[in-house]
């Protein structure tokens, strides 16, 4: 069964600092990888998805990338803000499957 | 303006009591899902409908139920035999593509 690991599992950075989110999976037959914040009580706002087919998505100041064959993804955040903290979350679909597999998600704070 | 709500954003409930979480889209998606979020934990799937009329149970649908009778609506019952209810619900939509659009939440606590 696909399992998705996310390390480390909080993170606090100062402000304007740089920094990359991992998030692994173990069966590599995979349809999309979807990135998503979750802030406390709240439910998840999608960030970015990328197909498959596809090695790397942008929007704004987050990137993800994703290497299929060695089962990673990782989401950049460039020049974090103190509204950046929140629960990062990613989530794969397998391949004929119907329900995404989650990760238990990074905790991150930014410092002001 | 389109989007996905749950309601209500709180539930409270006595043990041995049904309840009903309510979810209702309108974007249009045929996909619709629950998930269950827990502390700690990953989001686990509940039940998920790929069409109207149709639905099919995910890893933890025992003590739950569900209907599909319109596309923009998937209500999940928590019955009573569910041994451990109180948790953080999660309903999502999802477009041909699989992208998943989540709600609000429900946070059911019972007592």
């Known amino acids: 069964k696909q399992e998705v690991t996310q390390i480390p599992a909080a993170l606090s950075v100062p402000e304007g600092e740089n920094l990359v989110l991992n998030c692994s999976f173990t069966?590599?037959?995979?349809?999309?990888l979807q990135w998503f914040r979750q802030d406390p009580g709240k439910g998840l706002t999608s960030l970015l998805l990328?197909?498959?087919?596809?090695r790397e998505q942008t929007s704004g100041r987050l990137n993800a990338s994703l290497d299929k064959s060695s089962g990673r993804s990782t989401l950049y955040i460039a020049a974090s803000q103190p509204g950046d903290s929140a629960t990062y979350l990613c989530?794969?679909?397998?391949?004929?499957?119907?329900?995404?597999?989650f990760g238990t998600g990074t905790r991150l704070t930014v410092i002001p | 303006d389109g989007g996905i709500t749950q309601s209500p954003k709180y539930l409270f409930r006595k043990e041995g009591q049904n309840v009903t979480l309510s979810c209702e889209q309108n974007?249009?998606?045929?996909?619709m899902y629950w998930y269950r979020q827990d502390p700690g934990q990953g989001l686990r799937l509940i039940y998920y409908?790929?069409?109207?009329?149709?639905?099919q149970k995910g890893d933890i649908a025992e003590g739950y139920s569900v209907s599909r009778e319109k596309k923009e609506s998937f209500p999940l019952t928590v019955t009573s035999a569910q041994k451990n209810p109180t948790a953080f619900y999660l309903c999502?939509?999802?477009?041909?593509?699989?992208?998943?659009?989540f709600g609000p939440g429900t946070r059911l606590t019972v007592t």
């Open positions: 409908s790929q069409i109207v009329n149709d639905f």
């Open positions: 999502a939509s999802a477009t041909g593509g699989y992208e998943q659009y």
């Open positions: 974007l249009n998606h045929d996909a």
């Open positions: 069966d590599s037959a995979i349809y999309n």
């Open positions: 989530a794969v679909i397998e391949t004929g499957a119907n329900n995404l597999f």
């Open positions: 990328i197909q498959s087919s596809q």
